[in-house]
Nanobody, 131 residues
Framework: QVQLVESGGGLVQPGGSLRLSCAASGFTLGNYAIGWFRQAPGEEREGVSCINNSGSSTYYVDSVKGRFTISRDNAKNTVYLQMNSLRPEDTAVYYC????????????????????????WGQGTLVTVSS
């Protein structure tokens, strides 16, 4: 079964850190660009960060630059999102998505309204930042 599975969410205090994982099963993750998205309560889903298939290129939206780091280990079929200096406004369900087209992924993470064209989606993991 082809799927992406997110893990690592939870409750963390402001200023704390979490590392999310996006694990692939049923296919070779190394062929895919992977993006992280998030959806806060009552808000639309928005892009956070993405990485190309080799890991040589990354992109971050302004709100997370300098705080979040995306990486991948293709040997483990996993992409990570290290989140530091978390803020209450980072509270959301975080999703990973995959697509063979890295340029498309970057465009969509940056805000293009074409999320439905991305090939694969995980089910999401909840991150709550609260004291």
């Amino acid at each position: 079964q082809v799927q992406l599975v997110e893990s690592g969410g939870g409750l963390v205090q402001p200023g704390g850190s979490l590392r999310l994982s996006c694990a692939a099963s049923g296919f070779t993750l190394g062929n895919y660009a992977i993006g992280w998205f998030r959806q806060a309560p009552g808000e639309e889903r928005e892009g956070v960060s993405c990485i190309n298939n080799s890991g040589s290129s990354t992109y971050y939206v302004d709100s997370v630059k300098g705080r979040f780091t995306i990486s991948r280990d293709n040997a483990k079929n996993t992409v990570y999102l290290q989140m530091n200096s978390l803020r209450p406004e980072d509270t959301a369900v975080y999703y990973c998505a995959g697509d063979l087209e890295a340029d498309l992924m970057t465009t969509i993470v940056a805000g293009a309204p074409d999320q439905k064209y991305l090939e694969l989606w995980g089910q999401g993991t909840l991150v709550t930042v609260s004291s």
